[in-house]
């Protein structure tokens, strides 16, 4: 009974199965000999499919075409499988010339196991190559192509190459002074600062800044100049002198208080002057009269139940008259009621407002009414007077007649 079974990529039909898994991986230790073996390893079964166990009989041979020809390397191993898998290393018997892979540009692995060869031929990938690095060591520099200048002939020169900060003429570095800055050269003079550094080391250098009012510089120390400001005050008096002069440097000059100040023999009040009480000896008590100050009576009011006011006249509702204090103020005046019309006429309305006169038209900032129901306030401001009433005068405009009821004027004297 016959297995199909695949070695690589390749399927063949065998009596045994193979399965090799890896051609490569032929270590070469660095500056040693490269090792003259190449591994195979693989996976063995029989025509069942079964793995096989123990040891195996298996040829390898080399050749450098992938059909016929003539093998140049061959050699026959006994392997163990275990589980089927097994290792094995062309050259592990025989001796393997490595330089079969320099000279040969492609080279074929060809297995036989148990006597049957398997086909076809495999062909190595480029790891058994590296065994050509071995040669490495005796190549003509006559036989490489573009190789650089410098590198031909023969001996170990050095090849250098200048870094920042440098440049490289011939065999000799130098500091390269585009990119570094020259050793400085010489100093500022008194009295100046430096400015600036040149790519040469030269400096740049500038007047210090001059000393302002209350100032002085003295080689470039600046320090107050006590004889434009004042020093810290350090001095006191005694108690019953006072300070007459301060000096540059801070001290005081005192003097004595002086003695003859007086007697206070009595405190009186007049009656304009808005205060009561006095005394001509011992405690006084002062009192402030609310009546002068004030007035007598600083808050009037008046009232007005309905008037009809015919259109273009100017009735008087009502009048205040409060008595004011004689310091002087100013007085305030309000007013609040109700508009309304007998029959509605074009641009029927009313102004409302007080007046000193009793026959003038509202002037102390009138309030119009212009809609039947409608209640406003009108309030003033004005100079106080001990003598002024106050009238709240009402005139009609339009067609029609105005309803004026309820009115209520106040008026307060606010002091000064």
Request: include cysteine.
């Amino acid at each position: 009974m016959r297995k199909r079974t695949t070695i690589g990529a390749v399927p063949l039909t065998l009596p045994l199965g193979l399965l090799v898994g890896s051609l490569l991986a032929l270590a070469s230790p660095t500056l040693a000999q490269a090792p003259a073996q190449v591994p195979v390893q693989g996976f063995l079964t029989d025509a069942d499919g079964a793995p096989l166990d123990g040891d195996q009989t298996l040829e390898l041979a080399l050749y450098d075409v992938e059909a016929g020809g003539t093998p140049l390397f061959s050699e026959t191993q006994t392997v163990r499988a275990a589980a089927g898998f097994f290792t094995a290393y062309v050259g592990d018997v025989g001796t393997l010339d490595l330089a079969t892979f320099r000279d040969n540009g492609t080279t074929y692995l060809e297995l036989t196991v148990g006597g049957e060869t398997l086909t076809p031929r495999m062909q190595l990938g480029s790891t058994p190559y590296a065994g050509f690095a071995e040669h490495a060591g005796s190549v003509d520099f006559a036989g490489i192509q573009n190789l650089p200048t410098g590198l031909d002939d023969g001996d170990d020169d050095t090849m250098y190459m200048a870094g920042l900060g440098l440049s490289l003429t011939g065999d000799t570095f130098a500091v390269d002074f585009g990119a570094v800055q020259r050793r400085v050269s010489a100093p500022c003079p008194a009295g100046q600062a430096l400015q600036g550094v040149n790519a040469d080391g030269s400096v740049t250098c500038a007047a210090l800044p001059a000393a302002g009012a209350g100032l002085t510089d003295s080689a470039g120390v600046w320090s107050v100049d006590f004889a434009r400001a004042q020093a810290r005050v350090t001095g006191a008096c005694p108690a019953g002198s006072s300070i007459r002069a301060i000096a540059a440097n801070g001290s005081v000059t005192c003097e004595t208080d002086d003695s003859n100040i007086g007697d206070v023999t009595g405190i009186t009040t007049s009656t304009t002057s808005g205060l009561d009480g006095g005394c001509t000896s011992g405690t006084c008590t002062l009192l402030l009269d609310p009546t002068e100050l004030n007035g007598s009576s600083p808050i009037d009011t008046g009232t007005h139940s309905s008037t009809t006011v015919a259109p273009g006249t100017t009735v008087t509702l009502t009048s205040v008259r409060p008595v004011v204090g004689a310091f002087g103020g100013e007085v305030g005046l309000l007013a609040i009621g109700e508009y309304a019309e007998v029959s509605t006429g074009a641009s029927l309305y009313a102004d409302v407002g007080f007046s000193t006169s009793s026959t003038g038209s509202p002037g102390f900032s009138p309030v119009r009414f212009s809609s039947s129901g409608e209640t406003a306030y009108a309030v003033a401001t004005v100079p106080a007077s001990t003598s002024a009433t106050y009238y709240l005068r009402a005139q009609c405009t339009g067609t029609g007649a105005c309803i004026l009821s309820n009115f209520r004027a106040m008026a307060f004297f606010i002091p000064d």
